[in-house]
């Protein structure tokens, strides 16, 4: 028969395909099939579910339903459990179920499903590109920013790389500034240093200098007026030293100073301080005192010390001294009195012969003082013209003749009394005046010895030339241009030197002599016999005249010692072709006996006394007027008498 329920046309809603009762036993008391009516649902769960009242339903697949009509197929059933009750809220009587076919649905449902699939694949697809896209864009921009994350990395390297190399660089260039100013840094602390001990230490000995002394004789004035004790301060200068600068050069003198400064040091204690002032002058402090008295060994012991010759440079040279003593609180309460006292008993200590010690007394600033007023009042008189030339007759011995004038430097005061050379020249030496005194010396004895050539043709004019005159380096030039202002042949100049102004620089004074004998000038050794006792000089220098001096003159006749010594000076200068010349002649017996010797030329107050010029120019008249009226004499003489 045919089903309806299956005829239905498709897309028809559900349909049932069989339908079952059951009694509330769960055995089936009607069923549209006559099979298995007999069948129990007493254990369903759904049956149970209706029993109760409700309504179950559950998906039951079957491979094969009668009610089909014997097509084959896999059909899908769904089974529902209705409660039966006889009235509308009544006990449950029985339980209907209800099998529809639900294939069309599942197939519904498997094509709605294929639908959704299919777009879902579809979506999944399009969202799939749309993801491709984006992430392919992500993936370029992601790749982009990491190239430009890498490049910014690389640089960030690079930059920290190269920020890493400037700061090594700069580190180390910071390292090597800091080395540098801390070698600076040292350096000027050591400069520093350096500088100091030179501003405080003489460079030459290494002794403290002035600026040091001072400030430890001030302490040492200070501890002795708490303990009461005395201080002495020694100023020590050696003796003639300047002569061996001259003789044999700074080095060795120098040299000289340096042995002077060790043999200082080892006479002192460790308290005292020796200071070199410069030049040849040397302080030494001797603080904590009892007295006078210790100062006055600790010189003796120096005296003593230096005695003794030093070895320098392969020359055995003397450092004798002389040393002055001031004492404090005596003789200064401060440094710089103590000093300034200790100078002025240097003076006292150099005229007292020299290799002695002197303490300073109040009457030696008197002495220094008239020192300074005389140098002060020689500058005066050589800006006014306060000085004159005196002149002493050179008498030829045979002839009586004046042969020349020795020119005499004198200094007349505003009461017509002379100043004594003796006061006055060794200041014009140790101030420098000796220099423009000396060439006005020279220049003016030029002038007036060609004045007086037209009374006396010939007649020469001695000048005394100082040490340190002779030193000048442009000595030949003044001379040359002395004679040249006065017009007077060079022949009539003579220079008197002394012995020891030729030893000292033997070849600069060779080189200078040299230059004067190509001018014409004569040369002169002034007191001969006191200076130096070696002649070899004599042949090496060019000298013309010999002038024995005056402490041999003085006895003549009465000591043989002396007679001998004239003898043998005078043989010696005949020998040599040397004029001698006597000094010193005051009475006709010196007069005889140096005849006798055949002495060439005398000069002294027997012959004449030094004198102006006008009385020299008198007494040259005189001579003159003398020969005159004598060679008239003779002429009349020898005129031949009158025949009777």
């Known amino acids: 028969m045919s089903n309806p329920v299956w005829s239905r046309p498709p897309g028809a809603w559900l349909s049932v395909v069989k339908v079952r009762a059951y009694d509330l036993h769960g055995r089936t008391v009607f069923r549209s099939e006559a099979r298995q009516i007999s069948e129990d649902k007493s254990a369903n769960p759904s049956f149970r579910g209706a029993l109760a009242g409700g309504v179950r339903s559950e998906l039951t697949p079957r491979d094969r339903f009668s009610a089909f009509e014997g097509a084959i197929e896999d059909r899908g059933v769904l089974s529902t459990y209705l409660p039966v009750r006889r009235t509308p809220g009544g006990a449950v009587v029985a339980v209907f179920e209800v099998y529809d076919d ?26 799939y590109g749309v993801l491709f896209f984006i992430v392919r864009h992500a993936d370029g921009v992601l790749r982009r920013q990491y190239r430009q994350q890498q490049a910014h990395e690389q640089a960030l390297r690079e930059a920290h790389d190269t920020l890493e190399r400037r700061v090594d660089e700069r580190t180390a260039e910071l390292a090597r500034a800091n080395q540098d100013l801390e070698q600076e840094i040292t350096e000027r602390r050591i400069a520093d240093q350096r500088l100091s001990y030179m501003a405080h230490h003489d460079v030459l000995t290494g002794l403290p200098n002035r600026t040091l002394l001072g400030d430890r004789v001030e302490q040492a004035i200070a501890r002795g007026a708490r303990s009461g004790r005395k201080l002495a301060v020694l100023f020590l200068d050696l003796d003639r030293f300047k002569n061996v600068n001259d003789s044999l050069g700074h080095t060795v003198g120098d040299q000289l100073l340096q042995a002077v400064a060790v043999r200082l ?48 440079a392969g020359h055995k040279l003397p450092a004798a001294a002389s040393i002055s003593i001031a004492v404090y609180p005596d003789d200064g309460t401060n440094a710089q009195t103590l000093l300034r006292n200790a100078d002025t008993a240097m003076y006292h200590a150099k005229e007292s012969g020299r290799g002695n010690f002197q303490f300073f007394n109040a009457k030696m600033n008197e002495r220094v003082s008239r020192r300074l007023a005389t140098e002060t009042s020689l500058r005066r008189a050589l800006d006014h013209g306060e000085f004159v030339l005196h002149y002493q007759p050179l008498v030829h011995l045979d002839s009586g003749r004046i042969d020349g004038a020795e020119a005499l430097l004198r200094w007349p005061r505003s009461d017509h009394r002379l100043v004594s050379p003796a006061d006055f020249i ?33 007649l020469r004019v001695a000048v005394n030339l100082s040490p340190r005159q002779f030193r000048q380096t442009n000595l030949v030039a003044v001379v040359e241009q002395a004679l040249c202002d006065a017009g007077l042949a060079p022949q009539l100049l003579e220079l008197e030197l002394t012995e020891g102004m030729l030893m000292h620089h033997a070849d600069d004074t060779v080189q200078t002599l040299g230059a004067l004998h190509a001018l014409g000038v004569r040369m002169a050794i002034d007191d001969f016999g006191t200076g130096y006792s070696s002649l070899s000089y004599l042949k090496r220098f060019p000298i013309h005249t010999l002038k024995v001096d005056r402490s041999f003159v003085k006895d003549l006749g009465r000591d043989a010692d002396d007679a001998a010594i004239v003898s043998a000076v005078v043989a010696m200068a005949h020998g040599l072709n040397l004029a001698v010349v006597a000094e010193g002649v005051e009475s006709e017996p010196q007069a005889r006996y140096l005849r006798s010797l055949s002495c060439d030329l005398v000069q002294g107050f027997h012959f004449g006394r030094p004198m102006a010029a006008v009385g020299f120019a008198a007494r040259l008249g005189a001579e003159a007027a003398a020969a005159n009226a004598a060679g008239a004499a003779v002429r009349q003489a020898l005129l031949p008498v009158p025949a009777c």
């Open 102 to 127: 639900i294939t069309p649905f599942k197939q519904r449902i498997v094509q709605t499903q294929r639908h959704a699939v299919l777009g879902v694949l579809a979506v999944l697809g399009l969202l």
């Open 265 to 312: 040091k080892a006479c002192m204690r460790a308290e005292d301080t020796a200071a070199r002032l410069g030049g040849d002058e040397f302080i030494v402090c001797l603080p904590d005192l009892a007295d006078a008295a210790e100062a006055a060994q600790v010189a003796e012991r120096m005296l003593a010390t230096l005695a003794e010759p030093c070895s320098v």
């Open 426 to 458: 060794p200041v014009a030496e140790d101030s420098g005046l000796i220099v423009p005194l000396g060439e006005w010396v020279l220049r003016e004895a030029c002038r007036q010895a060609q004045a007086w050539q037209a009374m006396r043709p010939g």
